[in-house]
Each structure stands twice: as structure tokens, then as C-alpha cells.
């Protein structure tokens, strides 16, 4: 997937991002869904991305607040999760 430059502007610099992949969606019906997907900002390297995205009305999105997690914070998670999940 190319780069492509979305702009978002903070109030301290312009943050730019590529998303590299989506992974999937824990709340699609939402009008701002919760997405788990691979992304890269400000041409570092491509994490884990957990957050809302907004949907404009003309088609673009715009990331709202979320976590960015590496392979290994996400292993982490991961093996948090299935541990803590084994009791319900």
C-alpha cells in the first residue's frame, strides 16, 4: 500500500500516516468504529493501532485517540488477555 500524507494537524505539528493494514473491526456498527489495524505514522515503522476512526463525509478518515502497540507490547497483551480470559 503507497504512503499517503492524511494530514492531520495537532496543535503542535502535522502527523501523517500510512495504514498498512486492517487487522479487524471490534465495533463496526459504531459510527466511529474501534479498529485493530497496522499502521505506520510519520514514516516510522508500521505497529499496532488500536483506536475509533472517524468517518468524513467525503470518504476520508480521521484517527481519534488510541493506543499503538510493537510486536512485542502486543505478545504482551496478548498473553494477558488468554491468561485472564481462562477464568470466564
Do not use: C
Not at 19 to 31: K, N, T, Y
Not at 41 to 49: M, Q, S
Not at 64 to 77: A, N, P, T, Y
Amino acid at each position: 500500500m503507497a504512503f499517503k500524507d492524511y494530514g492531520v494537524k495537532s496543535s503542535k505539528k502535522e502527523i501523517k500516516y500510512e495504514v498498512v493494514e486492517r487487522l479487524g473491526a471490534l465495533d463496526s456498527d459504531s459510527p466511529n468504529p474501534k479498529e485493530l489495524r497496522v499502521v505506520r505514522w510519520n514514516n516510522g515503522d508500521a505497529k499496532f493501532d488500536l483506536r475509533n476512526w472517524k468517518q468524513n463525509e467525503d470518504g476520508t478518515e480521521t484517527p481519534l485517540k488510541g493506543i499503538v502497540l510493537d510486536q512485542e507490547e502486543l505478545q504482551s497483551l496478548y498473553e494477558i488477555l488468554k491468561e485472564k480470559l481462562k477464568r470466564f
